[in-house]
């Protein structure tokens, strides 16, 4: 089993909550708008392993440094993660094709500032947007996912409330 945490547009901000939800955590993910890259170094210094893709804010070092779409496998689940995904039903222009040719059985995505958990029967693949982790954006609660990977099932989601946004 793989306890995994999940967060997204953070936009620069670093929280130490951050490490204080994660540091029970065998990987964190990071779908995007991430910032600076500093806050990626940080999570690292909380877990061994972090994975994240470029959101639309990235430029410079953070665009270098993360690819726009990860795919890996965690215990018997395939991942797909990238920053502008939509979600089951309206998904972004080929995701659908994406997602089915992986084989995904997770997909992960941000952007929306907008914290959605779906099941999408059509793809049998279970939709996560963390919603906004960050500062900036309209986002009235700033939110993080935590969940377990127990050979092929995602379980025990847990979503993390930071408080309110503050400007």
Known sequence: MKRIGILSDTHS???????????????IWHAGDIGCVDVIRRLEEVCPVVRAVHGNI??????????????????????FMTHIGGYPGRYQPGITQMLHEAGARLFVCGHSHILKVMFDPTLDCLHINPGAAGHHGWQSKRTLVKLDIDGPTPCNLEVIELGSLKI
């Not at 901000?13 to 990987?27: G, K, L, N, V």
């Not at 993360?66 to 991942?79: D, G, K, L, Y």
């Open 13 to 27: 901000c670093w929280d130490a909550r951050f490490a204080t939800h994660f540091r029970d955590c065998d990987e």
């Open 58 to 79: 990235d430029y410079g070092e953070t665009r270098r440094y993360f690819p726009s779409i990860q795919q890996f496998r965690v215990e018997e689940v395939n991942v």
